[in-house]
């Protein structure tokens, strides 16, 4: 399954996205929110995130004004890399380097044009493993460390 979520900040560039992956074919799973009104981005960071972090989803996309909040939430959670991404190229690194099973955006600081182009980039960019995974196995291992309150 793939994911997206976004709050009120994230929602115009969350129903693009959605549209963008329609025409590619993608099937994507909308966790909200639905409407404009003013929400609270850790609600709906979490599902994404949750989702991810459990298996349900293998992927997932959050938005909210900056991205910024959206990352803070979804990085508590483990196993899960979330990338806040600001164009082509921390978008290609945030697979190629970092495996990013999240893509973060800031709804208020890109234009639909170019997010949409990143969403592309981090969806067909392959993660180049070697060193890379040394490092993620490392970030893996301070996870299990926090976990056990061995720090
Ligand atoms: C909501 O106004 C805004 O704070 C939120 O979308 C996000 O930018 C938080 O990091």
């Excluded at 994230?10 to 074919?25: H, S, V, W």
């Excluded at 459990?54 to 939430?73: D, Q, Y």
């Excluded at 955006?105 to 493993?129: C, H, Q, S, Y």
């Amino acid at each position: 399954m793939f994911v997206i979520g976004s709050d009120h900040g994230g929602l115009e560039l969350k129903e693009a996205i959605k549209g963008f992956l329609k025409n590619r074919g993608t099937d994507v799973t909308d966790f909200g929110t639905e409407n404009g009104d003013s929400v609270d981005y850790p609600d709906f960071g979490e599902k994404v995130a949750r989702a991810v972090s459990c298996g349900e989803a293998s992927k997932g996309i959050l938005i909210c004004g900056t991205g910024i909040g959206m990352s803070l939430v979804a990085n508590k959670f483990p196993r899960v890399r979330a990338a806040l991404v600001h164009d082509e190229f921390t978008a290609q690194m945030s697979k190629e380097h970092n495996n990013a099973n999240i893509l973060v955006l800031g709804g208020r600081v890109l234009d639909n044009e170019l997010a949409l182009k990143m969403v592309a980039i981090w969806l067909d960019t392959p993660f180049e493993g070697d060193r890379h995974q040394r490092r993620l196995d490392k970030i893996a291992q301070i996870e299990e460390q926090v976990r056990k309150g061995d720090l």
